[in-house]
């Protein structure tokens, strides 16, 4: 399927925000989001059902599906910023209108459970999705600087997911985004992936795309390392990894501490897998559920070289 790019952001187009997945906990959560987005210098167009609530879901699948739709029809708006991840967006993946969104592209920004959006939509129509920061969340000095790298002002090669900048000393290295080399190498390929759950959830699916001879990405939180085990483990018995050029493993914070009492190492599963593909891999991107936060244009070719732990976009993403 031939590839397509969204136009680019300026300041002053309309973004319309949007809740595909959870609701946030408050109202208010709802507003800040508004407000951040206005801050980036954007009009909002709030998504119609945006305020909705149906328990774990912001609103009903139609009532979410049909926001989606609306906005990717609308002429009136650039771009569409989701609110937040949670749970509950793979649910809208039939009743996307996917010839719709390939007619009218438009930029779609999210990660976490937004994932399933920017695979199958990726997937169905061609179109570059941008997993990166929520609209519901302070964007620091450096995610800001990836997102208008990315979005707005792009200028290939250039790179994604290095360590913000960090003054080391005597006696202090940066200890928190270190970046490992797994496997070395190096290897051109088009991007995907996203949230390892997510992944991992779509396979089986018409929405899961063909990793073969790309780069993937995958990130996680909050999960025990012998459920990375399991979810790494469904790729690898599904053939979704045995054609992938390389791999990169972005953050995966908050583990869960394991009821089994001898626990496994992060580090040792991750790399057990490329280990055995034997491609080129690395760990330690900015890429997941962290402050500092890069943005990944799926669809686009990259250049991952393990061995120096860095990963370069080759093209630009949007027109």
């Known amino acids: 399927m031939t590839m397509i790019k969204p136009r680019r952001l300026t300041i002053g187009q309309t973004i319309g925000v949007a809740a595909p997945s959870s609701p ?3 109202p208010e959560g709802v507003r800040f989001a508004v407000d951040i ?6 009009h909002v167009k ?4 945006l305020f909705d609530r149906y328990g774990y879901l912001a609103g009903d699948d139609v009532a979410r599906a049909k926001d989606l739709n609306d906005f990717f029809a609308d002429e009136e708006v650039d771009a569409i910023f989701c609110v937040r991840g949670g749970y509950g967006a793979s649910r809208l993946l039939p009743l996307l209108d996917y010839e719709a969104i390939r007619l009218h592209p438009k930029i779609l920004l999210g990660y976490s459970d937004i994932t399933s959006l920017l695979l199958a939509i990726h997937h169905r129509t061609g179109l570059v999705t ?3 920061p929520i609209a519901g969340q302070v964007f620091s000095p450096y995610t800001l600087s990836e997102f208008k790298k990315v979005l707005i002002t792009p200028q290939p090669p250039m790179s994604l997911g290095a360590a913000p900048p960090f003054e080391p000393g005597e006696g202090r290295v940066d200890r928190a985004n270190r970046i490992t080399t797994l496997v070395p190498g190096k290897v051109q390929g088009r991007l995907l992936g996203g949230n390892l759950s997510l992944v991992s959830h779509l396979v089986g699916t018409p929405y899961m795309p063909d990793f073969s001879g790309s780069i993937l ?15 790494l483990t469904q790729l690898w018995l599904s ?19 394991s009821e089994w009492a001898q ?5 040792e599963v991750l790399a057990e897998r490329v280990r055995a593909l034997g491609i080129p ?5 900015m890429i997941g559920h962290v402050d500092d936060q890069a943005t990944i244009p799926l669809g686009c070719m990259a250049e991952l070289d393990a061995g120096l732990g860095t990963l370069t976009l080759l093209e630009g993403p949007v027109q």
């Open 24 to 26: 946030p906990n408050e």
């Open 37 to 42: 987005v206005q801050s980036l210098g954007f």
């Open 46 to 49: 709030p998504a119609s059902h």
């Open 130 to 132: 941008f997993h990166g």
């Open 217 to 231: 990405f995958l990130e996680d939180v909050g999960e025990a390392v012998y459920a990375i085990d399991r979810m």
């Open 239 to 257: 053939g979704s990894l045995h054609k992938v050029a390389g791999i990169v493993f972005g953050k995966f914070t908050e583990p869960r501490p």
């Open 263 to 267: 626990n496994r190492l992060q580090e």
């Open 281 to 285: 891999a690395v760990m330690g991107l």
